[in-house]
């Protein structure tokens, strides 16, 4: 992924677009309390009434950048599909995207910001939560759902099953990155990490797949 924080649609604004970019690099430099709508504003190089046309607050800023990077790096119709037949595959399609995405440098970086700073603005751990690991979770555990009414899947709780996919995706190798422990996760921990998380996965929920 390139310095930008999300691939735009080219029909996206340049100006918001530079908001976007220029918040998400001040907060992962000086931390969410420290910068300002100013700050942003000058750094985007965009004048206030730009900015608050676009952001009325900091924190719906903050929100837009996380539920937009997850909206362009899940792209829920494809890595999970509706009519797909196999669940295995969808399942590993999935889990390899999101490792993809939230063991991105950025996107752990934003995530340090979060974890430091949300006891003391909590509209950033809401916007965080909600913008991503809630709507994921929704997601998914709505595709869950259907493959169960579907005869693919036992599943009492989707919900609760979508936590659990999302925490064993997790696990070991997200926690190592976020705290900076090495080694960096790579291709094959990757692969080796989504195996496991859906194999396990499945023998609690599968129907012999």
Known sequence: MSASVLPRPETESPKRQAVLDAAADLFIAQGYGAVSMDAIARAANVSKATLYAYFRSKDQLFATIITEACQAN?????????????V????TGFGRRMLGFVLHGRALAIHRVVLAESVRFPELGRAFYDGGPATARTLVASWLAEQASA?????????VAAEQLMALLRAGLHLRALLGVPPAPSEAGIDAAVAAAVATFLAAYGDGV
């Open 74 to 86: 899940l792209d829920w119709e494809t890595v999970l599909p509706a009519h797909g037949q196999d």
């Open 151 to 159: 005869g693919r899947l036992r599943i009492p709780d989707p919900e």
């Open 88 to 91: 295995r595959a969808a399942l």
